[in-house]
């Protein structure tokens, strides 16, 4: 197990490092830092100045060194826009995407994966049929679609929910939370919803063809030759070995969730992580974009190494072929 975490650990150390040096180029080459903080008016001996300071002067293995040493300190630099830390505007916006994310992604493994077993264990059935028609359309229609017709819908037909922002906040002084207000569980249920219809469509279909394959396996006759009953043999022996890919999977889709659920954010004005970078993508702001390449990396790396060792947990075919 400790080898195994280590040689993860160590993977996991190459991608990161690989992902730093990519930005430290987009800091380098994307654009003139100096011509992005200084007006037209700043003269020559000052952006010489300015340019001596910031370091861009020295040889680019001290710059990846020096840029190095900032990341792990939490140092991403200033805006180009706002004139902030950027570690500071992550901060503020993080907690925003991150509950969306969960909610969406909790959603969509409290359907799927029921609505997947029960696709799987009758394939003919008029129910199975109706929630693969179901998880067909939810794989093909566009999010920003998905994300309008709600809207037009309950926000403005109906008028039960809105449309944009994240409600009424709780700051807890670290965490700012929308889950303590009735406003915030309101505003979050439809972007929540059009985040996750995707995740919860691909899901079910997963499950459902996990399950219909573990159903053929050996081991399920043989369950139903010693006269289990039929609840024992679906749940505890057909969907335990279905969830051990639907794990490694799943784990992905919440990685994929938080840093990319761009789209659902600029539809419903979500103040996230992903409104702040397609802010950013406009201004050419790149020490936002940047920290936030860096932040997608360390977010899917933390994610497939916890999967991994879930996976490792759960499977013993790993810990066999391990030892």
Do not use: C
Request: aromatic content about 12%.
């Amino acid at each position: 197990m400790i080898f195994y975490m280590l040689r993860r650990l160590f993977q996991a150390g190459i991608v990161l490092l690989v992902v730093a040096l990519v930005a430290f180029f987009m800091f380098r080459y994307l654009g003139d830092p100096v011509s992005q903080l200084v007006s037209e008016e700043t003269s020559l001996a000052d952006r010489a100045a300015l340019r001596e300071a910031l370091g861009l002067n020295d040889p680019v293995l001290v710059q990846f060194g020096h840029f190095i040493g900032r990341v792990v300190q939490g140092e991403f630099g200033l805006s180009y826009q706002m004139g902030q830390p950027v570690g500071r505007l992550i901060a503020d916006r993080l907690p925003a995407s991150i509950e969306l994310s969960v909610i969406a992604f909790s959603l969509a493994l409290a359907l799927g994966i029921p609505l997947g077993v029960l696709a799987g264990l009758k394939p003919d059935s008029w129910l199975a049929r109706a929630i693969m028609i179901f998880s067909l359309a939810g794989i093909s229609m566009p999010t920003f679609f998905v994300g309008l017709m709600l809207m037009v819908y309950f926000g403005v037909e109906l008028n039960l929910l809105p449309t944009f922002g994240r409600g009424e906040t709780v700051d807890l002084g670290f965490w700012t939370t929308g889950l303590l207000t009735r406003s915030g569980w309101l505003s979050i249920i439809l972007p929540a919803f059009t985040l996750g219809l995707f995740q919860l469509t691909f899901i079910m279909r997963l499950v459902r063809a996990e399950m219909l394959e573990v159903m053929r396996m050996d081991f399920i006759r043989f369950a139903k030759a010693r006269g289990l009953p039929a609840r024992r043999i679906h749940f505890r022996h057909a969907l335990k070995n279905t969830l051990v890919p639907v794990m490694t999977i799943a784990g992905l889709q919440f990685g994929s969730i938080i840093a990319f659920g761009i789209i659902t954010e600029s539809v419903f004005q979500w103040p996230g992580i992903g409104l702040l970078f397609l802010q950013a993508i406009s201004s050419v702001d790149i020490p936002v974009i940047s920290t936030y390449l860096l932040l997608v990396a360390v977010i899917f790396v933390t994610v497939n190494l916890v999967v991994d060792l879930l996976y490792y947990a759960v499977d013993p075919r790993l810990r066999a072929s391990a030892s």
